[in-house]
């Protein structure tokens, strides 16, 4: 299976000039907990990925309000994936990184997608349950256990 069968095409994203109140309203309306950050609206040029938790650790925690600009608090440089690559690569990508969600990229770099962690464990074309079971134990390892720093998961 590819990941252009399993991602959800043309997932809500931002800017890194938004504020993180407006990041929050787009993961509300479309019920989601990650939006892709892009260069710009036009060419959708990833430049990284702004999550509940990145705005609940790297925001609301440290005492920053709604106008925080997404740009202070995004995860940059996201590991992607091409919407041909297997969904192996995927669930590698999540595990060795230790993350829920993989944008799916054109050749350009720009956002064609996203598959989340949801995505593998609901599509029983995608993996079976034994391997969906062993990608999520990889991303819920503790930090250390799987060889990265404690800070900025």
């Known amino acids: 299976m590819k990941a252009r069968e399993l991602m959800t095409e043309q997932p809500a994203r931002c800017t890194p000039d938004q504020t993180v109140h407006e990041a929050a309203q787009l993961m509300r309306d479309n019920d989601c907990g990650c939006v892709p950050v892009v260069e710009d609206m036009q060419t959708n040029r990833i430049v990284g990925l702004v999550t509940d938790r990145d705005i609940t650790c790297r925001c609301t925690a ?32 999540m595990a060795e990184g230790q993350v829920r969600r993989v944008p799916v990229v054109d050749s350009r770099g720009c956002c064609i997608g996203i ?16 391997d969906v079971g062993q990608v999520v134990e990889q991303i819920s390892a503790p930090a250390h256990e799987a060889g990265l720093p404690r800070a900025g998961r």
């Open 115 to 130: 598959i989340a962690q949801a995505d593998l464990a609901l599509n029983e074309r995608a993996a079976s349950n034994r």
């Open 62 to 93: 440290e005492g920053k309000g709604p106008e925080t600009l997404v740009n202070e608090v995004m995860s940059r440089d996201p590991k992607c994936c091409g919407p041909d690559d297997a969904v192996e690569t995927v669930e590698k990508i």
